[in-house]
């Protein structure tokens, strides 16, 4: 099937972002296990880590805005004041907690004013280790014989390895992307179809090719993520020398790289990104509005009538040439976020408020391989709608028919993995031989192949 305007013609990813987060507390393994059952497939575990070494899933290391941590008095004098990728945060920080204190804590909706049906879980799910995120997954694989990926991202990189420090003062120097692949290894997770791994920065990603991945005899692909590379900042700043900041870690990709490039548009120039995938990355993920440019509007607009104007972007109907320079260089190209609620839409150059679909359908158009979203039923929704637009025209349904064969002697259920029709849970198709028979026959008939 090479229908789709993704580099290799296949169903862009849905990818399910902290799980299914516009649903649930993010990163829990309820979160994640409702994104698989919503139809993503891939699901986002973003990766800090605790004082004994352990990966677990959180957004940022400060666990206040995700747990219940601050109301817990016997942390009360954990809480303290980090330099954190070169903004001061007080909070109750990861790295200073054992995985068993962890444990104990209980994790809660991020936005509870924006999601407040979220709100009715916090105080029920645990905060995952990548351990049990993983284990999760072949669990969910097991029971639905689809195949599911994780797309691990570490987190705060710089700060854990170089910069960081515990609530003692004294250095964090965590290499997380080395735990990172040392816990694929020891769990034998490392199928490079089923693992990807991003970051914003580049200076691990780098590492991980050249060194931490070629070490433990694995190569998964790498995804650049473009919106802020905090990894430069300290790169390139020489009263950071003595913590190891070093910007001839960049040397290899030739390009002419400083402090401000973490920032400005340097990483997105055609050169970069080939340079990116010489080096060391298969995929970028951008900001989506480095695709489809919005301008902030001066008035917000209420787009669903409730009497609360949210709406404050409209897009400007432009297209840039991200996606098709970054498919020049053989990146594949994945965009965050996705989210359906209103302060998260725009409003298309007409006027009219764009629909999640209608977003998630634009992005599909331009040919994205994957999208990060809060939402992976409206994600999946949006690719089968896709699919059916498409009428199958050009589809190569012997391959169609073979596959869902494959399957089905594999787990006893008709489907194709990665589109519309094949949803194990919804399939309308169950015949993949008679509809592959008739395909042929009509393409005999009439050079044309349809059912
Ligand atoms: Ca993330
Ligand atoms: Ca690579
Ligand atoms: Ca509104």
């Given at each position: 099937?090479?229908?789709?305007?993704?580099?290799?013609?296949?169903?862009?990813?849905?990818?399910?972002?902290?799980?299914?987060?516009?649903?649930?507390?993010?990163?829990?393994?309820?979160?994640?296990?409702?994104?698989?059952?919503?139809?993503?497939?891939v699901?986002?575990?973003?990766?800090?880590?605790?004082?004994?070494?352990?990966?677990?899933?959180?957004?940022?290391?400060?666990?206040?805005?995700?747990?219940?941590?601050?109301?817990?008095?016997?942390?009360?004098?954990?809480?303290?004041?980090?330099?954190?990728?070169?903004?001061?945060?007080?909070?109750?920080?990861?790295?200073?907690f054992?995985?068993?204190?962890?444990?104990?804590?209980y994790?809660?909706e991020?936005?509870?004013?924006?999601?407040?049906?979220?709100?009715?879980?916090?105080?029920?799910?645990?905060?995952?280790?990548?351990d049990?995120?993983?284990?999760l997954?072949?669990?969910?694989?097991?029971?639905?014989?689809?195949?599911?990926?994780?797309?691990?991202?570490?987190?705060?990189?710089?700060?854990?390895?170089?910069?960081?420090?515990?609530?003692?003062g004294?250095?964090?120097?965590?290499d997380?992307?080395?735990?990172?692949?040392d816990?694929?290894?020891?769990?034998?997770?490392?199928?490079?179809?089923?693992?990807?791994?991003?970051?914003?920065?580049?200076?691990?990603?780098?590492?991980?090719?050249?060194?931490?991945?070629?070490?433990?005899?694995?190569?998964?692909?790498?995804?650049?993520?473009?919106?802020?590379?905090?990894?430069?900042?300290?790169?390139?700043?020489?009263g950071?020398?003595?913590?190891?900041?070093?910007?001839?870690?960049?040397?290899?990709?030739g390009?002419?790289?400083?402090?401000?490039?973490?920032?400005n548009?340097?990483?997105?120039?055609?050169?970069?990104?080939?340079?990116?995938?010489?080096?060391?990355?298969?995929?970028?993920?951008?900001?989506?509005?480095?695709?489809?440019?919005v301008?902030?509007?001066?008035?917000?607009?209420?787009?669903?009538?409730?009497?609360?104007?949210?709406?404050?972007?409209?897009?400007?109907?432009?297209?840039?040439?991200?996606?098709e320079?970054?498919h020049?260089?053989?990146?594949?190209?994945?965009?965050?976020?996705?989210?359906?609620?209103?302060?998260?839409?725009?409003?298309?150059?007409?006027?009219?408020?764009?629909?999640?679909?209608?977003?998630?359908?634009?992005?599909?158009?331009?040919?994205?391989?994957?999208?990060?979203?809060?939402?992976?039923?409206?994600?999946?929704?949006?690719?089968?709608?896709?699919?059916?637009?498409?009428?199958?025209?050009?589809?190569?349904?012997?391959?169609?028919?073979?596959e869902?064969?494959?399957?089905?002697?594999?787990?006893?259920?008709?489907?194709?993995?990665?589109?519309?029709?094949?949803?194990?849970?919804?399939?309308e198709?169950?015949?993949?031989?008679?509809?592959?028979?008739?395909?042929?026959?009509?393409?005999?008939?009439?050079g044309?192949?349809?059912?």
């Amino acid at each position: 099937m090479n229908d789709f305007n993704t580099l290799d013609g296949n169903a862009p990813e849905v990818i399910g972002h902290r799980g299914a987060s516009g649903y649930r507390p993010e990163h829990t393994l309820e979160s994640y296990r409702l994104a698989i059952e919503l139809g993503a497939d891939v699901v986002e575990p973003d990766l800090v880590v605790t004082r004994n070494g352990v990966l677990i899933a959180r957004h940022e290391n400060d666990l206040s805005g995700t747990t219940d941590v601050s109301e817990r008095p016997e942390f009360a004098d954990r809480e303290t004041t980090k330099e954190i990728d070169g903004q001061e945060i007080t909070g109750w920080f990861a790295e200073d907690f054992t995985l068993a204190e962890i444990k104990t804590l209980y994790a809660r909706e991020r936005i509870p004013e924006i999601r407040p049906d979220n709100a009715e879980y916090d105080d029920l799910y645990r905060i995952p280790t990548l351990d049990e995120i993983i284990e999760l997954v072949r669990q969910e694989e097991a029971r639905t014989g689809r195949e599911i990926g994780i797309i691990p991202e570490t987190k705060h990189p710089t700060f854990f390895l170089q910069e960081g420090t515990y609530l003692d003062g004294t250095a964090i120097q965590q290499d997380t992307s080395r735990l990172l692949i040392d816990a694929l290894v020891r769990a034998e997770f490392t199928d490079p179809d089923r693992v990807t791994i991003q970051s914003f920065e580049l200076g691990n990603l780098i590492k991980l090719q050249q060194e931490i991945m070629s070490e433990a005899d694995v190569d998964l692909p790498l995804v650049q993520l473009l919106g802020g590379s905090y990894d430069l900042a300290f790169n390139f700043d020489p009263g950071k020398a003595s913590l190891g900041a070093d910007p001839s870690v960049y040397d290899e990709l030739g390009l002419d790289l400083s402090m401000e490039s973490a920032v400005n548009e340097d990483l997105v120039s055609a050169e970069a990104l080939q340079a990116m995938a010489r080096v060391y990355a298969e995929a970028i993920g951008p900001y989506k509005d480095y695709i489809r440019p919005v301008v902030e509007l001066e008035t917000p607009v209420d787009g669903n009538g409730d009497g609360r104007a949210e709406i404050t972007r409209k897009l400007t109907g432009e297209t840039t040439s991200l996606v098709e320079e970054a498919h020049a260089a053989g990146l594949e190209v994945v965009p965050y976020t996705l989210r359906r609620e209103e302060s998260f839409l725009s409003l298309t150059p007409e006027g009219k408020v764009e629909t999640p679909t209608e977003e998630a359908r634009a992005l599909i158009e331009i040919g994205v391989d994957g999208f990060f979203t809060d939402n992976p039923d409206i994600g999946r929704g949006a690719v089968n709608q896709e699919f059916e637009a498409r009428n199958w025209e050009g589809a190569d349904w012997n391959a169609i028919a073979a596959e869902a064969t494959r399957n089905f002697e594999r787990t006893g259920t008709w489907y194709v993995s990665g589109i519309g029709l094949g949803d194990p849970d919804r399939a309308e198709v169950t015949d993949w031989n008679a509809v592959a028979a008739q395909v042929e026959a009509n393409y005999a008939a009439t050079g044309q192949w349809f059912v």
